[in-house]
């Protein structure tokens, strides 16, 4: 058993680093960590950082100035950047920011842990066995997150994952299926499967065959959760196979994330993200056909440098026509290295793109309004996050967040 230690863990960006920092937090608690809330009380902070767009890597970087004054505070604190910015920026953070005792490129879980077993002294001498009990809090419900792929190779041409994650990996199957079955047993009531495109799995393995469907049917029979969801799913591996036999699954929950990004397909091809309207639309329509309680969300990206105002409009027109429950709404932001960066000029002025971002989430709003009230009167499964003083938090099985307060009672 290690010495006693407390930590801070920051978590910027996506899905995939909460389920990082999870995985981390849960190894770091059976080697002595204690969680703590603020940075100045920890022994350990670990920052893991995002850089999808400007905006969230420069709160990663301004965080690290924030933390500039906690060294030379007496008790050997370390400081540690973690993930995505640090893979592309090493040098850049090391110069601006020499208080950060450790620049790890990477936040998978196993190899954070080997280099603080390596640096971090409470920890020194331990030999991780790669064994951990899942985090499981009671009175903390979140979703419950599995990674099953590290990486991406998809190369959509504005995105910078592939470069900041590296190449796809799969987690091999077995071990996903044991991460549940501890999750599972620890008492979580749902089940998230993690990867940047969910539907590739297996296309780095062996045989080079999406094993998504099989991944999926394993995990189903070999555990019992009542809710399980894949996130996130690039619409060109939708196919017929998975809505037949994934989709339709009552224990696979009605959320369907399937980012469309763009309703021109001139705009999808330079962003090379391989699906056109008319796939989205044929695939769209054959998921509802499985499952007419389908909750459909996406990601809308506007200002990609070819995109004209007509471009735009066909954007509009195709997110009123297809119907989404809600959407996650950008505008564009030129990320170093990428393939549109270095095949077109980012020459659409901000205030033009923040005029389309602004048009798009005003009317999505409404139509996701709409869409929305369908669900009025009806009964629904949740479940409760947090109950206070009877006011009660909890979310339906596509994640809505749903609230009863106590003085709404009649
Ligand atoms: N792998 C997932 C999502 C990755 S990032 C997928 O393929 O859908 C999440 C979202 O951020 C993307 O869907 C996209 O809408 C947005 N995004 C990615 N790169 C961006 C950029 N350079 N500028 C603005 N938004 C971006």
Redesign the pocket.
Known sequence: MANKFTYHYRIFG?QMNVADAHDLSARLDQYGGQPVDTPAEADLVLVNTCM???KAEDKALSYFGELKHLKGTGGGKMLVALGCVVRRSRERILKAHPHLDLLLDYSDPDGVLESLCEHFAPLKGIVPTGEFTPLYDAGDCRQHFVTAIRG?H?G?S????PLARGPQRDVPLERIVGEAKALEQAGAPDLTVL???ILSYGTTSGDREPRFVEMMETLLKETKFPWVTFL???PTDLTDEICEKVISNPRVTPLL???L?AGSDRVLASMK?GHTMEHYRRIISKAREQRPDLYLTT???V??PTETEEDFQETLKAAEEIGFDDA????????PG?L?ARKFADKLPRTEKLRRLNELIRLQREWGAKRNARYVGQELDVIIERCENGDITARTAFNKPVLQNQRMQP
Do not use: I, K, W
């Open positions: 996506c999808v767009r400007a991406c998809h959509c504005y995105c910078v994952v990867g940047q495109n996130t799913s690039l994330h399937l980012p990004q993200r990601d809308l990206l200002g990609f996650f709404m950008f505008a564009y932001s030129e990320r990428t549109a």
